[in-house]
């Protein structure tokens, strides 16, 4: 059973930064992408994902302030999280996608306040 582990979360004020790793259980290139997505009313919306070819994809509400990398050796992506503003507080989800199966972690909290 394929495992997500998400750490990194937690408080911050405004204009802060976080960084988020995501462990992945198994080699991350078994996998078509892998990134974060953060709760939002009814939806888990795309915060940024990585491919297995290194293209990165990001959410309009995030560009130019997050980045997302990843260390194949350690099976681990990261999500930097720059200039953080109060709306980007959410529960972040890690995931992880080959072909039509989504594997998801349990989620990590980042509350942006002053």
């Known amino acids: 059973q394929v495992q997500l582990v998400e750490s990194g979360g937690g408080w911050v004020q405004p204009g802060g930064s976080l960084r988020l790793s995501c462990a992945v259980s198994e080699n991350i290139f078994n996998f078509n992408s892998v990134g974060w997505y953060r709760q939002a009313p009814g939806e888990r919306e795309l915060v940024a994902s990585i491919?297995?070819?290194?293209?990165?994809q990001f959410g309009d509400s995030v560009k130019g302030r997050f980045t997302i990398s990843r260390d194949n050796a350690k099976n681990t992506v990261y999500l930097q999280m720059n200039s953080l503003k109060p709306e980007d507080t959410r529960v972040y989800y890690c995931r992880a996608k080959i072909l039509s199966r989504n594997y998801w972690g349990q989620g990590t909290q980042v509350t942006v306040s002053s």
């Open positions: 491919n297995v070819g290194g293209k990165t």
